[in-house]
Structure formats: structure tokens, C-alpha cells
């Protein structure tokens, strides 16, 4: 759990990175700027920063925000209700990005694994995004994904979002944000 002071710095250094890859966001996008470490405390190496433009039940999009090394960790998006589950493009908009998906490992993979936290990424087939590439991800594929030395902007298109539906490999993840107000 953040406390608000590491909320506070993360938001702040996310903005920086809108500025970088020049998207401006609105001032309702920005103090709605959501701060994920999923319930790990290990910002730095393992959370992601996002705005949500829209969320309907037919499409979505976000602006994602990974600093320097960040990583969203594994997950998938299964069937909810009569849906199949999310459908995903991720585009590239400044930085790097490595995505890993299922399929052939990578030989010598550019991510770095999160110490301590290595067996919860069983998915290697790596996928280099720079800006202007773009990647899709069916309904629930397996994936995760990582920011190079720089950091990366990446924006999500997809269909309806239920990050609460979400299936994490690592048991110890909480999607939801949780802010203790003291430091």
C-alpha cells in the first residue's frame, strides 16, 4: 500500500511523461490520474501510472504511463458475463515497451524480471513496441509488459475494461489501489 507522499511523487513524475510524449490531458484526466502498485509497495519495478479517457460497455481507451524498468505484471482478461473478454491494442508513444505473450521465449529477453517475484512470469515471447508500433492482444491471452531505461507512454485501446475481472499470476496482486493518508 502507498502511502499519499509515494502517491503524490508518482502522479507527479507520470505527468512528466504526458509532457515528454506532448499528450495533454484535461484537468478532470489529470486528477483522475490513478496510481497502481497493485498492492505490492514495489512501485519502481512493479505498478503502472494510467488516465482513463472512456469506458463504455462497447470500447475503452487509457493512456498508460511505466516509468523507467516499471512493469505491469501477467495477467489476462477471461470471459465476464456473455463476454469473451477484453480485446487489447497497445500503441507505443514514447519510449520502449517489452510485451512478453505466449508463444517461443525470447533468447536474450530486454526485460528485467522483478526480484523476488520471477516465477509469476511464465509468459517469454517477447514483442519490442517503439513509438508508432502497435501490438493486439485477443481475449484472454496472457501478457505482461515492461518499460525500457527511459520509461514509456503506451495508449490501450480495447473493448469494455473490468480491471477488477482481471486474473494475475502472482497471488499476492491487488488491482485495486489502496492510499494510506499518513506517510
Known sequence: MLNKLQYNAARSRALEYFTKAGIA??????????????????LESTGLELVTYINTDRCCAKELILLPRQTCPEHRHPPVEAEVGKEETFRCRWGEVYLYVEGKPAES?????????????????????KPGCQYTLLPNTKHWFQAGPEGAVVSEFSTKSRDEADIFTDQDIQRAPRIKEQP
Not at 109 to 129: C, F, N, Q, S
Request: glycine share 6%.
Open 109 to 129: 529477453p530486454k526485460a528485467i524480471l522483478p526480484k523476488g517475484r520471477e516465477r509469476t512470469y511464465t509468459v517469454r515471447h517477447e514483442i519490442i513496441l
Open 25 to 42: 490531458l484535461t484537468e478532470e484526466e489529470t486528477e483522475n490520474l490513478e496510481v497502481a502498485d497493485f498492492g505490492l509497495n514495489e
